[in-house]
């Protein structure tokens, strides 16, 4: 619940003759400065107009300063295939060896602070998913390349200097443990019916991961629902808070035939069903009716799995998980290294009935 605070200026002042000019100015300086404070105050409880505000769990606490592990990076040797990256920023397609370009993806879409065995899962189902893109050719924000270095499009990459920014002191020891899933996992990928698998995975999944249609369009067969009770990581549950009017303006902007009321929203507004695992199936939202994913995007939710709470000032989303939901989940993965699974283990609970075999030259 939110609480509702009424600041009053109670310092009204009177107009002080006695007092010598020194003092005046002593009291105006105080004065001033209290105005300020309380301006600041204010700011600070009032959310920015038009911005989602997201409360993120912080991950799981840097690891104190550990020796690298002892691995051998030979990317040539292991692996001949090679991958076109678009990266954006700098306009230009780079023709890389996949194993090498692994390294940034694992390095920037999973915490390296994980376990060893959840980042190794990572590395394989980013080799599966960059195969799969190969195999596609062409990615949608640039059809001269297999792929981009774009979360929302492909997969992010961090470079080595962005890895040194990144982990300061820790980075000898987090790149040997990328490097270690990379090069213990070379060239291997998942098939399903002996085809490379569009290998998704998502942050976390709030329990359970989701059946491939009910997020994207095809009912695909290794991309079914399944259970993820043990999830260690970061953005886990998350909250999102709009002011009433604020909420009607930009549901309407997006969806003009909701034709909402920041008044009428006890009315107006109602999750009407949501899928097995738990996220929202179809939202009312006025006059119209959206998916739990386009809520996802309307309103800047971590997830699909959300409930919702009204005020008397505010609409409430509060959610579980983060991502898409489908395939494995990378707090799910974090949480069965821990309980003593190993990468297969994990890649084969999130994906059903895959196989992990090898491809490429050896
Ligand atoms: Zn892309």
């Known amino acids: 619940m939110s609480k509702q605070k009424k600041r009053r200026r109670s310092h009204k002042r009177q107009t002080v003759y006695t007092l010598q000019w020194p003092l005046l100015l002593g009291a105006l300086v105080l004065l001033l400065s ?33 020796s690298p592990i002892p691995v051998e990076v030979d990317f040539e ?49 980013a080799r599966t998913y960059s195969l799969y893109a190969i195999q596609k050719s062409g990615c949608a924000t640039n059809p001269n390349a297999d792929i981009c270095t774009s979360s929302s499009c492909c997969q992010t990459y961090n470079s080595d200097s962005k890895q040194r920014s990144k982990w300061g002191d820790n980075y000898p020891y987090y790149h040997s443990v990328i490097a270690k899933a990379v090069m213990d996992t ?32 095809n009912a695909i067969p290794y991309l079914r629902s399944v259970p993820s009770p043990h999830e260690i990581g970061s953005r886990q549950t998350g909250t999102v808070t709009y002011g009433r009017e604020e909420f009607a303006q930009r549901t309407n902007n997006s969806r003009p035939n909701a034709q909402v009321e920041a008044d ?10 949501v899928y097995p695992s738990g996220r929202v199936k179809e939202l009312q939202l006025g006059s119209d009716i959206i998916s739990g994913n386009t809520a996802r995007k309307v309103f800047g939710l971590d997830s699909a799995m959300f409930t919702l709470e009204l005020t008397n000032t505010q609409v409430i989303f509060s959610t579980k998980g983060f991502g898409h939901g489908v395939g494995m989940s990378q707090a799910g993965a974090n949480g069965m290294a821990a309980d003593g699974a190993d990468y297969r283990d994990i890649l084969t609970h999130y994906y059903t009935g895959v196989t992990i075999e090898r491809i490429g030259e050896y």
């Open 77 to 125: 040797k292991v692996h001949s295939t090679r991958i076109k990256v678009f990266f954006p920023d700098e306009g230009e397609v780079r023709d890389m060896l996949l194993e090498e370009y692994l390294m940034g993806v694992v390095a920037g879409e999973m915490p390296a602070s994980y376990g060893l065995e959840a980042v190794k899962a990572q590395a394989v189902a």
């Open 34 to 66: 209290l105005v300020l404070l309380a301006v600041s105050v204010i700011k600070a409880c009032t959310l920015p107009t038009g911005e989602a505000v997201t409360e993120v769990q912080e991950p799981i606490l840097a690891l104190p300063t550990r």
């Open 264 to 273: 009428k929203l006890e009315q107006q507004l109602k999750i009407l069903s």
């Open 186 to 217: 070379a060239g291997e990928v998942m098939l399903y019916d002996g085809k490379v698998i569009d290998a998704m995975y998502h942050g976390a999944s709030g329990g359970w991961t989701e059946d491939s249609e009910n997020v994207y369009k």
